[in-house]
């Protein structure tokens, strides 16, 4: 009987102690965001005047609120990014469609929904058609992830930056 008692007592630890393990694995906060579809861009040839306008229309078109972070750096003498536009939706979705400097042409897009993930295959698609078909551009390298529940605060704090960011552009000078 003694025995017994121990490996129920052994087996009453281990079990405690996987669920415990467990529990703060699934209650860790994540500290990136993946993009429920990204993917590289080229657009040879095609000037930002072209492209942006296009981008941020296309954005519009789909009920995103837009900023081009890139323009108002370079309107107020920085240059950080040479394309930063970013659209956040009403129902909390944001793409992105950035272009660092020296890459003439070379874009990234990412599309990302509030965690857990929900897939958006009409806006995926539409959003690789656009680029493809009305920009003229190649797609490269598509990837697909997705944000567990644990991505939720980080999605949340996001979310708030983007939304400062229209305010802090709202009140800059002309």
């Given at each position: 009987m003694r025995s017994a008692s121990r490996i129920l007592v052994a087996t009453t630890a281990v079990v405690a102690s996987i669920l415990c393990l467990a529990e703060n694995g699934l209650t860790q906060e994540a500290r990136v965001l993946s993009a429920d579809l990204a993917f590289n861009l080229a657009c040879?040839?095609?000037?930002?005047?072209?492209?942006?306008?296009?981008?941020?229309?296309?954005?519009?078109?789909?009920?995103f609120d837009v900023l081009n972070?890139?323009?108002i750096q370079q309107d107020h003498g920085f240059h950080l990014l040479d394309t930063q536009i970013v659209g956040l939706d009403s129902n909390r979705e944001i793409i992105e469609f950035d272009s660092f400097p020296g890459r003439d042409g070379l874009y990234t897009v990412a599309l990302r929904s509030p965690p857990p993930t929900h897939r958006i295959p009409q806006l995926e698609q539409d959003i690789l058609t656009f680029v493809s078909n009305s920009l003229g551009c190649e797609?490269?390298?598509i990837t697909r992830s997705e944000n567990g529940e644990n991505a939720i605060s980080?999605?949340?704090?996001?979310?708030?930056?983007i939304q400062r960011l229209f305010h802090e552009a709202g009140a800059l000078p002309k």
């Open positions: 040879v040839n095609k000037p930002r005047s072209v492209t942006e306008p296009a981008v941020e229309d296309f954005m519009k078109s789909r009920g972070q890139g323009r797609v490269r390298q980080f999605y949340n704090r996001e979310v708030e930056r």
